[in-house]
């Protein structure tokens, strides 16, 4: 069974910065893709940025240059740098995984707040 294990979330001023982490209990390279996706209170889960295996990276338009998506395939994690982050930003950021199945982990709060 596949393993995501998120970490880096928590409270941050706006304008300010957060590492996000997904650590893969397997082989990174064994998923198509690797991405980071979010769920704030009464809205849908939706995409914040992916990687697939290869190295392509795709943003969501929300993004607009303020998050960079990387991967590192020695520690089999995925980072997510978000910078310059507003209000708009909280919500719980969760780690997908995808190959023929869907794998997530079980995110982490990301709150802005002043």
């Known amino acids: 069974q596949v393993q995501l294990v998120e970490s880096g979330g928590g409270l941050v001023q706006p304008g300010g910065s957060l590492r996000l982490s997904c650590a893969a209990s397997t082989n990174i390279f064994s998923f198509l893709a690797m991405g980071w996706y979010r769920q704030a209170p009464g809205k849908q889960r939706e995409l914040v940025a992916t990687?697939?295996?290869?190295?392509?990276?795709r943003y969501a338009d929300f993004v607009k240059g303020r998050f960079t998506i990387s991967r590192d395939n020695a520690r089999n994690t995925v980072n997510l740098q978000m910078n310059s982050l507003q209000p708009d930003d909280t919500a719980v950021y969760y780690c997908?995984?995808?190959?023929?199945?869907?794998?997530w982990g079980q995110g982490t709060q990301v709150t802005v707040s002043s």
């Open positions: 990687i697939t295996s290869g190295g392509s990276r």
């Open positions: 997908n995984a995808a190959s023929y199945t869907n794998y």
